[in-house]
């Protein structure tokens, strides 16, 4: 099964690389080619996996009242909110420098001109509107069976848009990206689809979205490890800019072995068994370790730019062989 997940991601490598070497001329303003690029479709796997392990937990402790629809919508939620928080990104980290004009990054498609700006306004506004009527839609479906009658569902949606813009304006410049990631990507996402799904919180809900949430920073941990120098210059001070290079490795390592630690409460809890746990942990483990190691050796440069696959590669195969666990 890995031999062939690999051989995907070798795949998809290929394509981005040949996609990377494309003239920005090949691309037409405000196409769908474009757009493509802007929401940053490989971004979605991280909102997606929220969601999953959220579902998995909730179909575990009541499959009474687990209901398809509603979990379809809360992916639905989540990736909308994902592509909104990507194109604000887009815009903010342009307007203060950290983004230039650069032909050969394909992927900085506002700084390039690929999309205009009245175009990433009304994307942002779109993605936000949609998604706000998927939560309404959620709320609709679930209101009478919740303790205080879904308000509780409206106050974390408005956190949620408060949070989209917050992340790229205030959080990420601040130091505080890797709570505001532990916090959109672990406690808000997997413990609100748990909560509309079985109209309860249970302590499990907690372990479950800080290994989700863990697992994906490691994800901002390499990008602000590889920006380290950069960062600075555009007045971005990420906690690897301020406590430095060797908390950035260990930060990084961290991050996975909590995720272990958390699986074990989720075991030691009766949520999954044994055999969950190993066929879990273990693949996890070893990949995380792997690319430490690797991060380590070569701690500067483009050769970082592999840990970009296999970082989302192990939190993937982490998230699909815990909800499997969880279900």
């Known amino acids: 099964m890995f031999g062939r997940f690999n051989e995907m991601l070798y795949l998809c490598d290929s394509i981005s690389r040949r996609m990377k070497n494309m003239k920005n001329k090949e691309i037409t303003v405000n196409s769908p080619k474009a757009w493509f690029l802007g929401i940053r479709p490989s971004s979605l796997g991280g909102a997606l996996m929220t969601v999953f392990v959220g579902s998995g937990l909730a179909h575990g402790t009541s499959?009474?009242?687990?209901?398809?629809?509603?979990?379809?919508?809360?992916?639905?939620?989540?990736?909308?909110?994902?592509?909104?928080?990507?194109?604000?990104?887009?815009?903010?980290?342009?307007?203060?420098?950290?983004?230039?004009?650069?032909?050969?990054?394909?992927?900085?498609?506002?700084a390039n001109g690929l999309l205009t700006r009245r175009a990433m306004n009304i994307g942002i506004a779109v993605c936000l509107i949609l998604g706000g009527l998927v939560g309404l839609t959620i709320l609709y479906l679930v209101k009478d069976y919740l303790a205080w009658g879904g308000w509780e569902i409206v106050l974390t949606g408005v956190i949620v848009v408060a949070?989209?813009?917050?992340?790229?304006?205030?959080?990420a410049y601040h130091g505080l990206g890797d709570l505001a990631v532990l916090m959109c990507f672990g406690l808000i996402p997997v413990c609100g689809t748990f909560y509309v799904l079985t109209y309860t919180m249970v302590y499990d809900a907690l372990w479950v979205a800080i290994i989700a949430g863990a697992s994906i920073d490691t994800l901002l941990i390499l990008n602000n490890y590889r920006d380290r120098d950069e960062d600075p210059?555009?007045?971005?001070?990420?906690?690897?800019?301020?406590?430095?290079?060797?908390?950035?490795?260990?930060?990084?390592?961290?991050?996975?072995?909590?995720?272990?630690?958390?699986?074990?409460?989720?075991?030691?809890?009766?949520?999954i068994s044994w055999?969950?746990?190993?066929?879990?942990?273990?693949?996890?483990?070893?990949?995380?370790?792997?690319?430490?190691?690797?991060?380590?050796?070569?701690?500067?440069?483009?050769?970082?730019?592999?840990?970009?696959?296999?970082?989302?590669?192990?939190?993937?195969?982490?998230?699909?062989?815990?909800?499997i666990a969880l279900w």
């Open 63 to 110: 499959p009474e009242t687990f209901s398809w629809p509603v979990a379809i919508l809360c992916a639905l939620f989540a990736c909308l909110m994902q592509v909104s928080a990507n194109l604000i990104n887009d815009v903010v980290d342009f307007k203060r420098g950290l983004d230039k004009e650069t032909p050969e990054r394909i992927d900085r498609i506002y």
């Open 163 to 171: 949070c989209t813009f917050l992340y790229s304006t205030v959080f």
């Open 275 to 323: 055999i969950g746990l190993l066929y879990t942990a273990i693949p996890y483990l070893a990949l995380h370790i792997m690319a430490w190691v690797k991060m380590n050796r070569i701690r500067k440069g483009d050769g970082l730019n592999a840990l970009y696959y296999e970082t989302p590669r192990n939190f993937t195969i982490l998230g699909i062989l815990l909800t």
């Open 233 to 271: 210059l555009a007045g971005k001070f990420t906690s690897v800019v301020v406590l430095g290079e060797k908390f950035g490795r260990y930060l990084y390592l961290f991050a996975g072995l909590l995720c272990i630690v958390m699986l074990i409460l989720v075991f030691l809890d009766k949520r």
